[in-house]
């Protein structure tokens, strides 16, 4: 059945209200739409632990920065409705812009440190506009559970932080990565590599791979572990490397010996696509 779509705040309100007088629980998945596999297990994860399921599509301009792909990030709204459906969305929140921020808006949501490191160094302002989105889109759905995926690591990272800090009443699913066969992380953004782009991306997963199965032999050098993956990446064509880091889970910071919980992560561009892919690794 197709979800009811609401452009309006008073629609998802009125929505999310009803569900609740029916005594239903409320799961929510927030994304920026061109939904794929990977949207699909977090919806599936939200339909199978709650009552009610939203999705949100809106594309968030505020964490952009000014030379990144908010114009040519790709909006197959119909498509998206048709996922939605099969995956059996009760609701699909789809604002315009003008919605979310009217004229005047002025607050931001600042997650200090955690927002700086990895993408937020390449990416200044990202993290801001990314908390400020998902605890408006929180307080607009009231949702009992949130689903994130792990492909977005220091984004789930910093959404805990927050929900820790400003005391948000709502529970944080983490679902694991969606790969192609061939180990490539879904993302929206796959549709814009070309046949050779797309052959070589599979360098990602490859060498995150290549890196844990180091671990387990026993090495714990992370600046070690660093060049190997920076040389993977230098070494495939039409590959550039934005970062290559190894650090605590917790705190986002390099950690050198190994030790705990570790995420690897990678951040590669390909022409003007840029892609990213993690691993957290517990080092035993
Ligand atoms: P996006 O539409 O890219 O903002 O992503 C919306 C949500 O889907 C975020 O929580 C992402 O982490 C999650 N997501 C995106 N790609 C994947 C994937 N390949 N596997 C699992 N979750 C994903």
């Known amino acids: 059945m197709n979800p009811v779509v609401a452009h309006a705040i008073t629609t998802l309100r009125q929505g999310v209200h009803d569900a609740r007088q029916r005594g239903l629980t409320v799961g929510f998945v927030p994304t920026m739409g061109a939904l794929h596999e990977g949207h699909a297990s977090l919806i599936r994860a939200a339909r199978k632990e709650t009552g ?86 929180f307080n607009l759905v009231s949702p009992d559970r949130a689903y994130f995926g792990q492909k977005d690591a220091q984004q789930v990272r910093i959404i805990q932080q927050m929900m820790r800090d400003l005391d948000v009443p709502v529970q944080v699913r983490v679902c694991p990565i969606v790969r192609e066969a061939d180990g490539l992380a879904l993302s929206s953004r796959n549709v814009f590599l070309d046949e050779a782009q797309r ?22 050098s992370a600046s070690v572990l660093q060049r190997v993956l920076t040389e993977r990446i230098k070494a495939t064509p039409g590959a550039s490397l934005d970062y290559a880091a190894l650090v605590d889970a917790d705190s986002l910071q390099p950690i050198d010996p190994l030790r705990g919980q570790v995420l690897i992560a990678l951040a590669v561009k390909f022409g003007a696509t840029r892609l990213i892919d993690n691993l957290l690794i517990q080092v035993p």
Do not use: M, W
């Open 199 to 220: 052959k070589h991306a599979t360098v990602l997963y490859r060498s995150l791979v290549e890196v844990r199965a180091a671990i387990e032999r026993g090495e714990r």
């Open 52 to 137: 009610f399921v939203v999705v949100s599509i809106f594309v968030n301009p505020i964490q952009f920065g000014p030379h990144e792909d908010l114009a040519r990030y790709p909006r197959p709204f119909d498509k998206d409705v048709a996922l939605c459906a099969e995956e059996g969305t009760d609701l699909l929140f789809a604002p315009q812009v003008e919605t979310l921020y009217p004229q005047g808006f002025c607050t931001a949501v600042e997650v200090s440190g955690l927002q700086d490191v990895l993408e937020g160094s390449s990416r200044p302002g990202h993290f801001r506009g990314v908390a400020t989105v998902v605890l408006k889109l």
